[in-house]
C-alpha cells in the first residue's frame, strides 16, 4: 500500500512492514486462498526466504493481520464509552467523537477492515464480540441516563456493527467524507431518527 518500488534489501522492522502491507491489499483483493506467497515476495522486493524470517507461514500473517484488526476495534471501543456525568449539551459531540476513529481506521486501511470484517473466516465471530462490547458501552452510557430506558441496546448494538460492515463492504462506491462527518451523521441518525421534525 503505497510501498512498492522499494529497493531490495530493505532491512529488518522495514521489510516486515512491507510484507505486511503488501498482504494486506493482496489478502482483501483476492482472498486467503487465492493470495500466493510468491506474489506477495515479488511484490515486496525481497526472497522467499526474507518472508519466512518474520512469519512461519501465510496462515501466521494472515492471522497476524486478524489480530491486529480485531486489537484496534477492541481499542476504539474501550475509548468510546462515555462516563457518567456528561453534560447533556454535549452529547452528541462526544458520541461522535468515539465514532469517528473506527471510520478513519476503516478509510485509512480499507484492506484491513475488509480482511477483519469480510474475509476472515472467523469475521462473524469478530462482528459478534464488537456487538458485545459496543452492548456493554451502550447499557452503561443508558444507565448513565444518555438513553432512552425503553430502548433494547442490543438491537441498537447490532445495527451499529451492521452499519460497519455496509461501510467497508461499500466505501469505495461512495463520495469520499471526512471520518468526522460520517460519524456525525450516524450520530444524528441514532439520536435523532429519520422523521422530518
Same mark, same amino acid.
Given at each position: 500500500?503505497?510501498?512498492?518500488?522499494?529497493?531490495?534489501?530493505?532491512?529488518?522492522?522495514?521489510?516486515?512492514?512491507?510484507?505486511?502491507?503488501?498482504?494486506?491489499?493482496?489478502?482483501?483483493?483476492?482472498?486467503?486462498?487465492?493470495?500466493?506467497?510468491?506474489?506477495?515476495?515479488?511484490?515486496?522486493?525481497?526472497?522467499?526466504?526474507?518472508?519466512?524470517?518474520?512469519?512461519?507461514?501465510?496462515?501466521?500473517?494472515?492471522?497476524?493481520?486478524?489480530?491486529?484488526?480485531?486489537?484496534?476495534?477492541?481499542?476504539?471501543?474501550? +475509548?468510546?464509552? %462515555?462516563?457518567?456525568? #456528561?453534560?447533556?449539551? $454535549? !452529547?452528541?459531540?462526544?458520541? @461522535? =467523537?468515539?465514532?469517528?476513529?473506527?471510520?478513519?481506521?476503516?478509510?485509512?486501511?480499507?484492506?484491513?477492515?475488509?480482511?477483519?470484517?469480510?474475509?476472515?473466516?472467523?469475521?462473524?465471530?469478530? +462482528?459478534?464480540? %464488537?456487538?458485545?462490547? #459496543?452492548?456493554?458501552? $451502550? !447499557?452503561?452510557?443508558?444507565? @448513565? =441516563?444518555?438513553?432512552?430506558?425503553?430502548?433494547?441496546?442490543?438491537?441498537?448494538?447490532?445495527?451499529?456493527?451492521?452499519?460497519?460492515?455496509?461501510?467497508?463492504?461499500?466505501?469505495?462506491?461512495?463520495?469520499?467524507?471526512?471520518?468526522?462527518?460520517?460519524?456525525?451523521?450516524?450520530?444524528?441518525?441514532?439520536?435523532? =431518527?429519520?422523521?422530518?421534525?
Amino acid at each position: 500500500m503505497g510501498q512498492r518500488g522499494r529497493k531490495k534489501g530493505a532491512s529488518g522492522e522495514q521489510s516486515r512492514g512491507l510484507l505486511l502491507s503488501i498482504a494486506t491489499e493482496e489478502f482483501a483483493l483476492r482472498g486467503y486462498h487465492e493470495t500466493k506467497i510468491s506474489s506477495i515476495v515479488e511484490k515486496a522486493g525481497v526472497t522467499q526466504p526474507t518472508f519466512y524470517l518474520y512469519f512461519e507461514n501465510k496462515e501466521a500473517l494472515f492471522q497476524e493481520l486478524v489480530h491486529l484488526f480485531r486489537s484496534r476495534l477492541s481499542e476504539y471501543t474501550q +475509548k468510546s464509552r %462515555l462516563e457518567p456525568g #456528561i453534560e447533556k449539551t $454535549l !452529547i452528541r459531540q462526544r458520541i @461522535a =467523537g468515539g465514532l469517528t476513529p473506527f471510520f478513519r481506521f476503516f478509510i485509512e486501511e480499507p484492506h484491513l477492515a475488509s480482511i477483519g470484517f469480510l474475509v476472515a473466516p472467523q469475521a462473524a465471530e469478530i +462482528k459478534d464480540q %464488537l456487538a458485545d462490547q #459496543i452492548l456493554a458501552n $451502550l !447499557i452503561s452510557e443508558q444507565q @448513565a =441516563g444518555y438513553f432512552r430506558e425503553d430502548l433494547d441496546m442490543g438491537i441498537v448494538a447490532d445495527s451499529l456493527v451492521g452499519m460497519m460492515e455496509r461501510f467497508i463492504a461499500t466505501q469505495k462506491a461512495r463520495a469520499n467524507k471526512e471520518p468526522e462527518v460520517l460519524a456525525d451523521e450516524v450520530v444524528r441518525l441514532f439520536l435523532y =431518527g429519520i422523521a422530518a421534525p
